[in-house]
């Protein structure tokens, strides 16, 4: 069983960065794919990045492609999505996953964290 625990979610102005931190307990990930996903209200839940187990692999959705930058701390049992030029669009409880032995394209899930709320403002 793996707990993931997101962080770094808030309130920014639109060309502003933030920066998400998944941490995992429970087992070690560096043997999960990981990914980073978001809903908005009244939306369904899209895939934006995701990273293979061995960290050799990335994988963006087109709408943040030069924007997110997704990576992983092995030793800190981490995974990290770098936001930066935020739009107001991209406002959205941002979730963390992981699959064991995961690829970095999108795909099923087994673990998932509880969310946090990141808020673009224009």
């Known amino acids: 069983q793996v707990q993931l625990v997101e962080s770094g979610g808030g309130l920014v102005q639109a060309g502003g960065s933030l920066r998400l931190s998944c941490a995992a307990s429970g087992r070690t990930l560096s043997t999960y794919g990981m990914g980073w996903f978001r809903q908005s209200p009244g939306k369904e839940r899209e895939f934006v990045a995701g990273i293979s187990w061995s960290g050799g692999s990335t994988y963006y959705a087109d709408f943040v492609k030069g924007r997110f930058t997704i990576s992983r701390d092995n030793a800190k049992n981490t995974v990290y999505l770098q936001m930066n030029s935020l739009k107001p669009e991209d406002t959205a409880v941002y979730y963390c996953?992981?699959?064991?032995?995961?690829?970095?394209?999108?795909?099923?899930?087994?673990?998932w964290g509880q969310g946090t709320q990141v808020t673009v403002s224009s």
């Open positions: 996953a992981a699959r064991l032995w995961g690829g970095s394209q999108p795909g099923k899930y087994d673990y």
